[in-house]
């Protein structure tokens, strides 16, 4: 099944809060660290267990946190944007290569976080701002999106990567009737050939799937479990 | 006596008839009511009714014209003053309701109608318009078409001074100057009286030696000529002392000079911000279906880029000056204005209005603005930001039709992220709609191809599109905005009725030829039947 990482949250806000809420959803183990007592109180209300009290400013602290719990993944989402930038700095200076998620504002927060060094940047209010669009001119399709997304919590989104020698391998993307035979729904691939791109489907160009390539699917946990078993089950 | 209560009797029956009211209220708004939409018309058929007589009088002067623009002039647009100046006089105020009020005070003070004092109130409120600076050009106006007095064809002038009434910029310009009526008339007065003590002492001076300074008019005309530092130079002094003063009261004119244009200016740099806020609300009222929305924060500059790039029209309101200029600066409409004040939206129709969205920081804000707009208007949608959890409630129990929340959002996203990255970057493809990839909702209209098909005889694929899932409408809810039951991925045999919608996923030409083919295809239907 998939790998469950050890992720290091820092900050219990308002982000910090949905995000670690989320993640535990997924099952992943999260480490909750801030330098205030509040805010970690409010987190143990909510039912976390791994709470730390750190001075974000003592690089010794930060290394060993890291170290000790080998934490797989960094995630800087106080909601003061400074705060994630100055970590953003200092984890990537103690370890280059451990992944850094940081959340920001505002695109001049968002070109600075790049800059730093993170891996990943969520601007939070790009989603919230478009939702709001469709909203008031698409009713319909924001509804339908809500409920992909986060109101039906059978239905999710999952990417799949084919494996080796699986019946996909080296199948044309149109033969295979995905949402008549295995109820799910592609929306995209990575096809290695043409590069790391990801590529909606809808282009219409007939991809031939090779081992390594990535597909974007939507669909009940159901038969996406099932569609990755028999996936599997032909290696 | 009787006289009096026939004046009553008139009064009331006036009062009582809705006729009367209704035709008075269409004058009063044609003539005064800027909001008005007919209003614009009878505007510009004055405009051109004056700018036509304009020209006659003028082609007059050297050229005999012909007896049919005679006429034109003479009795038709010299008419339609009358009758204007007329119905201004008539609409400026109630003339029976002054006699109502004075017969109930009678009554309620057991004496009698006193006649007199109505009269003299009556005549003292229609004089009072008489005697207002555009009653006087509006009658002056009338004058230059009695042709036999010459002098009167001056009065030509009044006719297009009588363009005022019709232009808004002009009325503003004005507006601007009234203003800074002190600091005017200070100016006045300053000039007057320098022009005086120059003009007197150099006809004292020059009258004897000067061959062209003859009376005292001419030593006035001279000075005015000379601190305006115009200097035609057609009367110059020639004595000493004369061109002591001279040197004098060129200096003064400099100084004058720099007083007015700088009084000038200030006035307007003043005014500015007000005649630009004007304009702004004047251009939002001419819009149609739009949306206003409260606080320009980054959430609403996003929003805001979205509806510019989909050609949505937009008012922000925030009451920060310097964030205005920046919406301004970027081309949107915006107006500073505290969206908590029952003030900021005076000037706004809510009927017109698609939405409105409380997008600041603080949930206080918020609230306070969905009560605002809700004293306004029951029905019109509004959406309100959320900052704290636990506002929710309270932005519904506002007046809030829809919440949104960027946390949570952001939660969702920030966590899916780590293992989905593909996944959300598309998710994050598809709600921006950065390269084309769109999702749409399309309606199953009547008689298009598309009803009463199943999902399978629906060929997707050729189209390039994916469909994501349907949304029913539910009949007995349908009047409720997002009330919908939305099918993910249908099964094949579903049926597709009329009302449902299909969301479609795609690039955004294969949406709008699928749209248009829809569309296309209940159009030949009804040709059909």
């Given at each position: 099944m998939r790998k469950k990482h050890k992720i290091l949250l820092f900050g219990f806000g308002r982000y910090a809060e949905q995000i670690a809420k989320n993640l535990a959803l997924d099952a992943h183990h999260v480490l909750i660290a801030s330098f205030n007592k509040e805010e970690l109180k409010i987190a143990a209300k909510n039912g976390f267990k791994d709470l730390y009290i750190v001075d974000i400013e003592d690089d010794a602290q930060l290394t060993d946190l890291i170290l000790d719990h080998d934490i797989t993944h960094v995630f800087c989402a106080f909601d003061d944007e400074e705060k994630n930038i100055y970590l953003t700095i200092t984890f990537k200076s103690l370890f280059r290569t451990l992944p850094v998620i940081a959340i920001c504002e505002s695109k001049e927060t968002e070109r600075k976080l790049k800059l730093a060094g993170a891996d990943k940047v969520i601007d939070t209010m790009v989603a919230a701002a478009n939702r709001l669009y469709y909203i008031v001119e698409k009713p319909a399709v924001a509804e339908a999106i809500d409920e992909i997304l986060f109101k039906d919590k059978s239905i999710i989104f999952e990417e799949i990567k084919v494996p080796r020698g699986s019946f996909l391998d080296g199948k044309n993307i149109k033969d295979i009737a995905f949402s008549k035979k295995y109820k799910i729904i592609v929306i995209g691939l990575v096809d290695k050939e043409l590069g790391n791109k990801f590529i909606f489907i809808t282009r219409g160009i007939n991809h031939k799937i090779d081992a390594g390539d990535v597909l974007v699917v939507v669909g009940k946990k159901e038969d996406i479990k099932n569609f990755k078993k028999l996936l599997g089950a032909m290696v | 006596m009787r006289f009096a209560q026939f004046l009553v009797d008139l009064a009331f029956l006036l009062d009582n008839s809705l006729r009367y009211q209704r035709v008075k209220r269409f004058f009063k708004n044609l003539l005064e009511n800027d909001d008005y939409p007919y209003k614009k018309y009878f505007d510009y058929f004055m405009i051109f009714l004056i700018l036509s007589s304009v020209v006659i009088i003028i082609e007059e002067v050297k050229t005999p014209i012909s007896k049919w623009l005679y006429y034109y002039d003479v009795y038709f647009v010299t008419g339609v003053f009358i009758v204007e100046y007329l119905l201004r006089l008539w609409v400026y105020n109630d003339v029976h309701k002054i006699i109502i009020l004075e017969y109930e005070e009678s009554l309620f003070l057991e004496r009698p109608f006193d006649t007199k004092r109505v009269l003299k109130e009556i005549v003292k409120k229609k004089l009072e318009y008489i005697f207002s600076p555009l009653a006087i050009i509006d009658l002056l106006a009338?004058?230059?078409?009695?042709?036999?007095?010459?002098?009167?064809?001056?009065?030509v002038l009044f006719r297009v001074f009588k363009l005022l009434r019709y232009s808004q910029n002009i009325t503003h310009f004005f507006q601007v100057l009234a203003s800074k009526k002190i600091e005017l008339f200070t100016l006045l007065m300053l000039v007057a009286f320098t022009i005086l003590v120059s003009g007197i002492s150099i006809y004292v001076f020059e009258e004897q030696h000067n061959p062209h300074i003859n009376t005292l008019y001419d030593a006035f005309y001279w000075a005015l000529v000379t601190i305006s530092t115009v200097g035609y130079g057609d009367i110059a002094p020639v004595t000493h002392e004369g061109r002591t003063i001279t040197m004098i009261i060129i200096l003064v004119g400099v100084g004058l000079i720099s007083f007015a244009t700088s009084i000038i200016v200030s006035a307007f740099s003043e005014k500015l911000n007000e005649i630009r806020e004007n304009r702004i609300v004047h251009m939002a009222k001419k819009l149609d279906n739009y949306y206003v929305i409260c606080g320009f924060t980054h959430m609403a500059q996003l929003l805001a880029k979205r509806f510019q790039r989909e050609r949505i029209d937009f008012l922000i309101i925030d009451n920060d000056a310097n964030v205005v200029e920046k919406a301004l600066a970027e081309g949107y409409l915006a107006i500073c204005e505290d969206a908590t004040q029952a003030n900021a939206f005076r000037h706004i129709n809510f009927n017109s209005v698609k939405a409105v969205m409380a997008l600041t920081q603080t949930d206080m804000h918020n609230i306070y603005i969905c009560l605002n707009v809700r004293s306004f208007s029951k029905e019109c949608f509004v959406i309100s930001n959320a900052v704290d959890n636990n506002s929710h409630k309270k932005l519904r129990l506002a007046g809030a039709d829809y919440i949104i929340s960027p946390y949570i959002t952001a939660g969702f996203f920030a966590a899916k992220i780590i293992d989905e990255p593909i996944a959300i970057e598309a998710i994050k493809d598809i709600l921006i709609a950065r390269k084309n990839a769109l999702c749409e909702q399309v309606e199953v209209i009547k008689g298009s191809f598309l009803e009463g098909k199943q999902i399978k005889d629906i060929d997707f694929d050729r189209y390039k599109l994916i469909l994501l899932g349907i949304v029913k409408m539910e009949e007995s809810l349908s009047k409720e905005k997002f009330h919908h039951k939305f099918i993910f991925n249908p099964d094949e045999e579903q049926r597709l009725e009329v009302g449902d919608i299909l969301i479609v996923m795609g690039y955004s030409v294969s949406i709008a030829n699928f749209k248009s083919q829809v569309v296309g295809s209940s159009l030949k239907h009804e040709k059909k039947a």
């Amino acid at each position: 099944m998939r790998k469950k990482h050890k992720i290091l949250l820092f900050g219990f806000g308002r982000y910090a809060e949905q995000i670690a809420k989320n993640l535990a959803l997924d099952a992943h183990h999260v480490l909750i660290a801030s330098f205030n007592k509040e805010e970690l109180k409010i987190a143990a209300k909510n039912g976390f267990k791994d709470l730390y009290i750190v001075d974000i400013e003592d690089d010794a602290q930060l290394t060993d946190l890291i170290l000790d719990h080998d934490i797989t993944h960094v995630f800087c989402a106080f909601d003061d944007e400074e705060k994630n930038i100055y970590l953003t700095i200092t984890f990537k200076s103690l370890f280059r290569t451990l992944p850094v998620i940081a959340i920001c504002e505002s695109k001049e927060t968002e070109r600075k976080l790049k800059l730093a060094g993170a891996d990943k940047v969520i601007d939070t209010m790009v989603a919230a701002a478009n939702r709001l669009y469709y909203i008031v001119e698409k009713p319909a399709v924001a509804e339908a999106i809500d409920e992909i997304l986060f109101k039906d919590k059978s239905i999710i989104f999952e990417e799949i990567k084919v494996p080796r020698g699986s019946f996909l391998d080296g199948k044309n993307i149109k033969d295979i009737a995905f949402s008549k035979k295995y109820k799910i729904i592609v929306i995209g691939l990575v096809d290695k050939e043409l590069g790391n791109k990801f590529i909606f489907i809808t282009r219409g160009i007939n991809h031939k799937i090779d081992a390594g390539d990535v597909l974007v699917v939507v669909g009940k946990k159901e038969d996406i479990k099932n569609f990755k078993k028999l996936l599997g089950a032909m290696v | 006596m009787r006289f009096a209560q026939f004046l009553v009797d008139l009064a009331f029956l006036l009062d009582n008839s809705l006729r009367y009211q209704r035709v008075k209220r269409f004058f009063k708004n044609l003539l005064e009511n800027d909001d008005y939409p007919y209003k614009k018309y009878f505007d510009y058929f004055m405009i051109f009714l004056i700018l036509s007589s304009v020209v006659i009088i003028i082609e007059e002067v050297k050229t005999p014209i012909s007896k049919w623009l005679y006429y034109y002039d003479v009795y038709f647009v010299t008419g339609v003053f009358i009758v204007e100046y007329l119905l201004r006089l008539w609409v400026y105020n109630d003339v029976h309701k002054i006699i109502i009020l004075e017969y109930e005070e009678s009554l309620f003070l057991e004496r009698p109608f006193d006649t007199k004092r109505v009269l003299k109130e009556i005549v003292k409120k229609k004089l009072e318009y008489i005697f207002s600076p555009l009653a006087i050009i509006d009658l002056l106006a009338i004058l230059p078409s009695y042709r036999e007095l010459r002098i009167l064809r001056i009065f030509v002038l009044f006719r297009v001074f009588k363009l005022l009434r019709y232009s808004q910029n002009i009325t503003h310009f004005f507006q601007v100057l009234a203003s800074k009526k002190i600091e005017l008339f200070t100016l006045l007065m300053l000039v007057a009286f320098t022009i005086l003590v120059s003009g007197i002492s150099i006809y004292v001076f020059e009258e004897q030696h000067n061959p062209h300074i003859n009376t005292l008019y001419d030593a006035f005309y001279w000075a005015l000529v000379t601190i305006s530092t115009v200097g035609y130079g057609d009367i110059a002094p020639v004595t000493h002392e004369g061109r002591t003063i001279t040197m004098i009261i060129i200096l003064v004119g400099v100084g004058l000079i720099s007083f007015a244009t700088s009084i000038i200016v200030s006035a307007f740099s003043e005014k500015l911000n007000e005649i630009r806020e004007n304009r702004i609300v004047h251009m939002a009222k001419k819009l149609d279906n739009y949306y206003v929305i409260c606080g320009f924060t980054h959430m609403a500059q996003l929003l805001a880029k979205r509806f510019q790039r989909e050609r949505i029209d937009f008012l922000i309101i925030d009451n920060d000056a310097n964030v205005v200029e920046k919406a301004l600066a970027e081309g949107y409409l915006a107006i500073c204005e505290d969206a908590t004040q029952a003030n900021a939206f005076r000037h706004i129709n809510f009927n017109s209005v698609k939405a409105v969205m409380a997008l600041t920081q603080t949930d206080m804000h918020n609230i306070y603005i969905c009560l605002n707009v809700r004293s306004f208007s029951k029905e019109c949608f509004v959406i309100s930001n959320a900052v704290d959890n636990n506002s929710h409630k309270k932005l519904r129990l506002a007046g809030a039709d829809y919440i949104i929340s960027p946390y949570i959002t952001a939660g969702f996203f920030a966590a899916k992220i780590i293992d989905e990255p593909i996944a959300i970057e598309a998710i994050k493809d598809i709600l921006i709609a950065r390269k084309n990839a769109l999702c749409e909702q399309v309606e199953v209209i009547k008689g298009s191809f598309l009803e009463g098909k199943q999902i399978k005889d629906i060929d997707f694929d050729r189209y390039k599109l994916i469909l994501l899932g349907i949304v029913k409408m539910e009949e007995s809810l349908s009047k409720e905005k997002f009330h919908h039951k939305f099918i993910f991925n249908p099964d094949e045999e579903q049926r597709l009725e009329v009302g449902d919608i299909l969301i479609v996923m795609g690039y955004s030409v294969s949406i709008a030829n699928f749209k248009s083919q829809v569309v296309g295809s209940s159009l030949k239907h009804e040709k059909k039947a």
